[in-house]
């Protein structure tokens, strides 16, 4: 069975980092594109950006580009959202995401997710 | 950038059929997947590729997709299926969202 486990969240002032990391297990991780998609309280789902199986390929929503960097170590079944230059409108909680098909550059639609890991902006 | 509209809310009875639409620029081309969010729960996958059925997702979920228009069906609405529903596709490298549609079991 596929395990993903977020963390890494918590609370940030405007213009402060967090990272965030999730733990995959249960698949080949290095065969898969992974992605981070968001929920702000109350609000629909965001996607924020994506991986592909070998790390080469990254993507990002407009919205995020310049401040935050996906990663992945895949001899760690780990991927990575490094935040920089956090805003209050990045309070969310974000989920990480695999794509289910092998070797795919993007991640492009979400077949097991996470459970999500709280981040919260605010002075 | 590429958006996709669903309506707010929907209402079913129970035993009744429930449809979900989301509309979004020759979304017909594309494919389109549907995730279902129940409160306090990650997503769960119940179509992609607009008409496949993931395993372990019930057969009374069914999509279509056509012009502007993907379509979520569930028959036989259940009172479990009382959920959020996000469509989604993807459009020049960036994966986009609707808004969500709450479906709520009279």
């Known amino acids: 069975e596929v395990q993903l486990l977020d963390s890494g969240g918590g609370l940030a002032q405007p213009g402060g980092s967090l990272r965030l990391s999730c733990a995959a297990s249960g698949l080949t991780f290095s065969s898969y594109a992974m992605s981070w998609v968001r929920q702000a309280p109350g609000k629909g789902l965001e996607w924020v950006s994506s991986i592909s199986f070998t790390g080469v390929n990254t993507y990002y929503t407009d919205s995020v580009q310049g401040r935050f960097t996906i990663s992945r170590d895949n001899s760690k079944n780990t991927m990575y959202l490094q935040m920089n230059s956090l805003r209050v409108e990045d309070t969310a909680l974000y989920y990480c995401?695999?794509?289910?098909?092998?070797?795919?550059?993007?991640?492009?639609?979400?077949?097991?997710w996470g459970q999500g890991t709280l981040v919260t902006v605010s002075s | 950038s590429y958006e996709l509209t669903q309506p707010p809310s929907v209402s079913v009875s129970p035993g009744q059929t429930a449809t979900i639409t989301c509309s979004g620029d020759?979304?017909?081309?594309?494919?389109a997947c549907w995730y279902q969010q129940k409160p306090g729960q990650s997503p769960v996958l119940v179509i992609y590729?607009?008409?496949m059925r993931p395993s372990g997702i019930p057969e009374r979920f069914s999509g279509s997709n056509s012009g502007k228009t993907a379509t979520l069906t569930i028959s036989g609405t259940q009172a479990m299926d009382e959920a959020d529903y996000y469509c989604?596709?993807?459009?020049?490298?960036?994966?986009?969202f609707g808004g969500g549609t709450k479906l709520t079991v009279l």
């Open positions: 989604q596709a993807w459009d020049s490298g960036t994966v986009v």
């Open positions: 590729q607009s008409t």
């Open positions: 995401a695999k794509d289910p098909r092998a070797g795919a550059v993007a991640g492009l639609f979400f077949d097991s």
């Open positions: 020759r979304l017909g081309d594309k494919s």
